[in-house]
């Protein structure tokens, strides 16, 4: 059974940092493009951010480039989300989400990406 599990995240004002991190757990880890999403109430899941297998590629959204990083630990099973000069628009709920095994997943489309984990809530005060 996969398991997929966010921490990290919590309160912090304008120009903070946060970083998030994921371990999944049940699946073989470097054989799945990793991603982060994030949600506001209200709102649809968008996607932020995705790494490829061993982490030789990435992808940013543009509202995050140059503040984000995402990186993965494939020892560890972990996936991170470095998140600098925070803004109060980054407010969300960050999911973070398996692509399919073995799957090309680099455009951060939802239907790619079949495990979830239950998020954790970021919120930036301006």
């Known amino acids: 059974q996969v398991q997929v599990v966010e921490s990290g995240g919590g309160m912090v004002q304008a120009g903070g940092s946060l970083r998030l991190s994921c371990t999944a757990s049940g699946l073989t880890f470097d054989e799945h493009f990793m991603g982060w999403f994030r949600q506001d109430p209200g709102k649809e899941r968008e996607g932020v951010s995705c790494?490829?297998?061993?982490?030789?590629?990435?992808y940013y959204v543009d509202s995050v480039k140059g503040r984000f990083t995402i990186s993965r630990d494939n020892a560890k099973n972990t996936l991170y989300l470095q998140m600098n000069s925070l803004k109060p628009e980054d407010t969300a709920m960050y999911y973070c989400a398996a692509a399919r095994r073995r799957y090309y997943a680099l455009r951060l489309n939802l239907d790619d990406y079949v495990y979830w984990g239950q998020g954790t809530q970021v919120t930036v005060s301006s």
């Open positions: 790494i490829s297998y061993s982490g030789d590629i990435t």
